[in-house]
């Protein structure tokens, strides 16, 4: 791999009006410019020759350098094809002398060209990403340049780059928490808290707050750990709650919901704190925190949120579906156990979706049958509710394709039945058809019968025929107890066959 001295050698080949000075050793040690064609660009980038003495890290104060920004004073804030400027680059790779150094002669610079602010050759932005210098200094870390600009000029805090990315959003963004601490306490107060996408410094603050797990930034990551909700308290402060409202372009998530998305219980406390009325915020789905804490199963911060808000349940999303329905589809059983246990949430168990569902049919959808268990034992469930399609959960179950071959299943089914056999009523649908065969039957009696005397005997018969259907339904629904039962019977041979198998197998090795 060719090293950086290779690598200058070769465009030395190329360029021959650059003159440069080698060691014995074959090191660069100095670039002589004197030597060097002031108006000369290189080949690649176009840089010019402020650029390649930033990168050279030549002495920003030798005279030799000083006789060229005197000289040639608008090379200093030249572009190259990238439209980084000599400060860019010094902001880039962190040489502080030079940008110090850019940053007084811009002083000079302004003056000589007639302009009252000098400021505006420190807010030239690069062509692709549209970086000011001090968008470049915060990305790459460099505190010390980053401070320099910030005192020189606060406005560029306020400016946003093509991403509309502030440099406060890409400080909290990259976990530089010292240089966004400057950009905080600095008495401007028109400093940007945007980002991309919508987003803002309080959404990057919640995504971030995760430490690093690199060994070598552990104990940092624990220091910052330790400091972050002082931090996050000071972006509230400094910015006010209405920063918890803004959501983001594409999930519509406030940060809220990032924080009961991650599981962040004391974040969600914190931002409750500050502005109780983020908890009822709907995302683009419909969903609030509490939607999204139960499918992530993040207990502690359904806790946060019912304890103090506790009317939240009743928000449902775009599917009409409670915080319940989310947990029973996505099988959190933490969730379900504190929904139906919370004294002012377990009515959510009767409450039904833009299809009729209550949590135990969508459970019975999904096939989560420990859940089903759980909802069928809960006394206030409404076991034989029907949805729109006119099924109850024990009929979602009958005609579910996943086989029933395990404990839970035949729990479920088990207690179901028992259930229906208490009050053995069909579905509407399932009657309907019932009613229209009767019909029919009764028409081709009609057809047939030449006499037809209305009679206490007829009537009774007709009894006979209801109960006879009533029989039926039962034997039905005995059929499928003993389906349920030969399943887990016929699951249970197989397994102790297999074990006795394995025992012979393991008797007969020597």
């Known amino acids: 791999m060719a090293t950086i001295v290779d690598m ?70 030249q572009p190259n094809n990238k439209g980084d400027t000599p400060l860019h680059l010094a902001a880039k790779l962190g040489n502080e002398s030079f940008a110090v ?27 692709v990403k549209q970086n000011t210098a001090l968008h470049e200094a915060v990305i790459n870390g460099r505190f010390e340049i980053a401070k320099r600009l910030i005192q020189e000029d606060p406005t560029l805090t306020s400016l946003v780059n093509k991403a509309g990315e502030s440099p406060l959003f890409l400080a909290v963004e990259r976990r530089f928490y010292d240089i966004a601490s400057i950009i905080l306490d600095t008495t401007f107060a028109d400093f940007s808290v945007l980002g991309g996408n919508g987003m803002t410094v309080m959404h990057a603050a919640v995504i971030r707050s995760c430490p690093s797990f690199d060994a070598r930034l552990l104990w940092r990551n624990v220091t910052r750990a330790n400091d972050f909700d002082k931090f996050v308290k000071k972006v509230l402060e400094r910015c006010g709650s209405q920063i918890l409202e803004k959501a983001e372009e594409e999930l519509g998530w406030t940060p809220l919901h990032y924080a009961a998305n991650m599981g ?18 709907k995302d683009k789905q419909g969903m609030t925190a509490l939607h999204i804490a139960a499918r992530k199963g993040h207990v502690e911060v359904m806790k946060e949120l019912m304890e103090e808000c506790s009317d ?34 377990s009515y959510l168990i009767n409450e039904q979706d833009n299809e009729g569902n209550t949590a135990l049919p969508v459970a019975a959808i999904h096939s989560h049958y420990e859940i089903m268990k759980r909802l069928v034992s809960n006394k206030m469930g ?47 649908q399932d009657t309907g058809f019932g009613m229209l065969k009767s019909r029919t039957n009764e028409e081709e009696t009609t057809r047939e019968s030449t006499q037809i005397q209305i009679s206490g005997p007829n009537i009774k018969q007709d009894n006979n025929n209801n109960n006879g259907r009533d029989v039926q339904h039962m034997q039905n629904m005995n059929l499928v107890v003993s389906t349920l039962i030969a399943g887990i019977t016929f699951q249970a041979a197989i397994t102790n066959n297999n074990a006795f198998r394995c025992t012979i197998q393991n008797y007969k090795r020597p």
């Open 101 to 127: 150094v850019l940053i007084d002669h811009a002083k000079v610079l302004a003056a000589a060209e007639g302009h009252s602010d000098y400021r505006y050759l420190l807010r030239k932005v690069n062509y």
């Open 382 to 428: 409404n076991k034989g509710m029907s949805n729109k399609m006119g099924m109850t959960a024990f009929e979602i179950l009958l005609k579910s394709t996943t086989p029933a071959g395990s404990i839970a299943t035949f729990m479920v089914g088990l207690k179901l039945w028992l259930v229906k056999s208490k009050d053995p009523l069909l579905s509407l």
């Open 8 to 77: 200058i050698k070769s465009f030395l080949t190329h360029n021959s009006h650059f003159g440069w000075v080698f060691d014995k050793e074959e090191h660069l040690t100095t670039l002589d410019i004197g030597n060097l064609d002031p108006l000369a660009k290189t080949f690649g980038q176009e840089n010019n020759i402020f650029h390649l003495a930033i990168k050279c890290a030549a002495n920003p104060r030798a005279t030799s350098v000083n006789t060229l920004l005197l000289s040639h004073s608008l090379l200093a804030f």
């Open 312 to 345: 939240i349940g009743e928000i449902l999303d775009n599917k009409d579906r409670t915080a319940l329905h989310i947990a029973a589809e996505h099988n959190c059983h933490s969730v379900v156990r504190t929904l139906v246990n919370e004294r002012g949430f």
């Open 264 to 281: 962040h219980s004391t974040m969600v406390k914190l931002f409750l704190e500050a502005k109780r009325s983020v908890a009822y915020i």
